[in-house]
């Protein structure tokens, strides 16, 4: 199945993620994990960060209304834009401006999908709710991905999967050994240099 790259419109939303190489490469991947989601079958679905909501909306291309679509953001711009691009790509999603996961408490995911800020930059560089929150990501580019890895297990269900986009700086031998520690496999599903960055697609499941 060829995934085409949704349709969105962020003129209004000046303080929200331009869709860019990363995201793309994170379409690319489920794309190339077709088979493989189409035998999760996921009921329900939770992108992280969703930014312009391009890829929550690439994955219901291949579900359609079989899944419910949830999204966070810490950027209220970005709930607003993906619920935008949501009503432009008439898929219905659910999103709420929220910090990583934090207001599930009910809910376990079949999927979930992060591309987090993995830029490596000084710690006060991931404050606040604007634009860097999208791509500073602190000491080693991973204190947000360390936040949700801290708890990631018990807002998946038994057959749950994470997709996670991870820089080459954020050392990901050391989330593999994380991940197996808490009883996850790990499968690289994509991998792409690019100018500047050396990007990867992981998926992690339980064994």
Not at 41 to 58: D, L, R, W
Not at 68 to 93: K, M, P, R
């Given at each position: 199945?060829?995934?085409?790259?949704?349709?969105?419109?962020?003129?209004?939303?000046?303080?929200?993620?331009?869709?860019s190489?990363?995201?793309?490469?994170?379409?690319?991947?489920?794309?190339k994990?077709?088979?493989?989601?189409?035998?999760?079958?996921?009921?329900?679905?939770?992108?992280?960060?969703?930014?312009?909501?391009?890829?929550i909306?690439?994955l219901?291309?291949?579900?359609?209304?079989?899944?419910?679509?949830?999204?966070?953001?810490?950027?209220n711009?970005?709930?607003?834009?993906?619920?935008?691009?949501?009503?432009?790509n008439?898929?219905?999603?659910?999103?709420?401006?929220?910090?990583?996961?934090?207001?599930?408490?009910?809910?376990?995911?079949?999927l979930?999908?992060f591309?987090?800020?993995y830029?490596?930059?000084?710690?006060?560089?991931?404050?606040?709710?604007?634009?860097?929150?999208?791509?500073?990501?602190?000491?080693?580019?991973?204190?947000?991905?360390?936040?949700?890895?801290?708890?990631?297990?018990?807002?998946?269900?038994?057959?749950?999967?994470?997709?996670?986009?991870?820089?080459?700086?954020?050392?990901?031998?050391?989330?593999?050994?994380?991940?197996?520690?808490?009883?996850?496999?790990?499968?690289?599903?994509?991998?792409?240099?690019?100018?500047?960055?050396?990007?990867?697609?992981?998926?992690?499941?339980?064994?």
């Amino acid at each position: 199945m060829t995934l085409k790259t949704p349709l969105y419109d962020l003129k209004k939303f000046s303080n929200v993620y331009e869709p860019s190489e990363d995201t793309f490469l994170f379409i690319d991947a489920i794309e190339k994990d077709f088979s493989f989601l189409k035998q999760l079958k996921p009921a329900i679905a939770v992108e992280i960060g969703s930014g312009s909501g391009v890829v929550i909306c690439s994955l219901a291309q291949i579900f359609s209304n079989s899944c419910t679509y949830f999204a966070t953001d810490v950027n209220n711009q970005a709930c607003l834009a993906t619920y935008n691009t949501g009503c432009c790509n008439s898929v219905s999603i659910n999103c709420s401006n929220m910090d990583l996961l934090s207001g599930f408490n009910d809910y376990l995911f079949d999927l979930i999908l992060f591309n987090p800020p993995y830029v490596v930059t000084d710690i006060d560089e991931i404050s606040g709710q604007g634009l860097n929150r999208a791509w500073a990501g602190g000491v080693c580019g991973r204190v947000i991905i360390d936040k949700l890895l801290t708890d990631v297990q018990k807002y998946l269900s038994p057959k749950g999967v994470l997709y996670l986009v991870l820089l080459k700086e954020n050392k990901p031998e050391q989330i593999i050994d994380v991940m197996a520690r808490k009883g996850f496999c790990s499968d690289l599903v994509l991998e792409r240099r690019i100018p500047g960055e050396h990007l990867f697609i992981y998926k992690f499941y339980r064994k």
